[in-house]
T-cell receptor
């Protein structure tokens, strides 16, 4: 399975944008890029996913590099509730199993 | 919809005891999963099921058993509890939408298990 590399931790301020990077240099053509997040004392929740094009939804945006070797999860206006561990996961097309790394712990300062 | 529910929320076991962690989902999902999460780590897959009567091992299946007799329920059994099984256990479910689908997993709130 292709691996992802994320910073262990990041810090940002409330109401500012946050850019969470993920490197996946060994990604294959059929790997989707998924992001999940885990709020304190809760199970993970889906945030967004994409294959080649940038994606937007109500929670976040996903920017995928042209060569697909990296991606960035963008929270446009962070709130205190966005403090969580964010996981970048590669998921082979049609595969059901997720492989979680250690993720990035995001701290939001008021 | 209640989504994915897990019981109990917390449990303390003595070494060698056995217990069953319960998981149920009401979304008619065909896939269900069990993960464990050790402190400061990501989740590791223990077992998963693609439908009633079908289960398969994940990354860390040793010391656990599962069964899937209905679409809704996916219990996880610990037969001889060991301190190494102290962890938070998460159950999840998903609906296979085909190779191009999202196949988003929905997680339960977790069971915090301590083995002393």
């Amino acid at each position: 399975d292709a691996k992802t590399t994320q910073p262990n931790s990041m810090e940002s301020n409330e109401e500012e944008p946050v850019h969470l990077p993920c490197n996946h240099s060994t990604i294959s053509g059929t790997d989707y890029i998924h992001w999940y997040r885990q709020l304190p004392s809760q199970g993970p929740e889906y945030v967004i996913h994409g294959l080649t094009s940038n994606v937007n939804n109500r929670m976040a945006s996903l920017a995928i590099a042209e060569d697909r070797k990296s991606s960035t999860l963008i929270l446009h206006r962070a709130t205190l509730r966005d403090a969580a561990v964010y996981y970048c996961i590669l998921n082979r097309q049609g595969a059901q199993k997720l492989v979680f790394g250690q993720g990035t712990r995001l701290t939001i300062n008021p | 919809n209640a989504g994915v529910t897990q019981t109990p929320k917390f449990r303390i076991l003595k070494i060698g005891q056995s217990m069953t962690l319960q998981c149920a989902q009401d979304m008619n999902h065909n896939y269900m999963y069990w993960y464990r999460q050790d402190p400061g780590m990501g989740l590791k897959l223990i077992y998963y099921s693609v439908g009633a009567g079908i289960t398969d091992k994940g990354e860390v299946p040793n010391g656990y058993n599962v069964s899937r007799s209905t679409t809704e329920d996916f219990p996880l059994r610990l037969e001889l509890a060991a301190p190494s099984q102290t962890s938070v256990y998460f159950c999840a479910s998903s609906y296979f939408q085909g190779v191009s689908g999202n196949n988003e997993q929905f997680f339960g709130p977790g069971t915090r298990l301590t083995v002393l």
